[in-house]
């Protein structure tokens, strides 16, 4: 059981930045992929960015040049930067952690809102 606690959502003005953190705990296997998925009113959920225990990143096409992943893994925690913050990236974030070759776990999420 993997326990994923979000925090750093908000509301912020186009053109804004926000930094996401998701720390994970509880039976954390090392070979792991965590990430960020995000979800719009009516919409789908959609990828916005993972990385593995390794470093290797993957993104989405939306967000690609203007956010950022990181990790730490001697604190199970995955950061999601955002800069050029956008209207349409409004959403709630969800933070996903994955064992190799298995299904995500994910959190409960948190609000992006980028209004002015």
């Known amino acids: 059981q993997v326990r994923l606690v979000e925090s750093g959502g908000g509301l912020v003005q186009p053109g804004g930045s926000l930094r996401l953190s998701c720390a994970a705990s509880g039976s954390i296997f090392s070979a792991n992929v965590m990430g960020w998925y995000r979800q719009a009113p009516g919409k789908q959920r959609e990828l916005v960015a993972t990385?593995?225990?390794?470093?290797?990143?993957n993104y989405g096409d939306a967000v690609k040049g203007r956010f950022t992943i990181s990790r730490d893994n001697a604190k199970n925690t995955v950061y999601l930067q955002m800069n050029s913050l956008k209207s349409e990236d409004t959403a709630v974030y969800y933070c996903g952690y994955a064992p190799s070759g298995a299904r995500f776990s994910w959190g409960q999420g948190t609000q992006v809102t980028v209004s002015s």
């Open positions: 990385i593995s225990s390794g470093g290797s990143t």
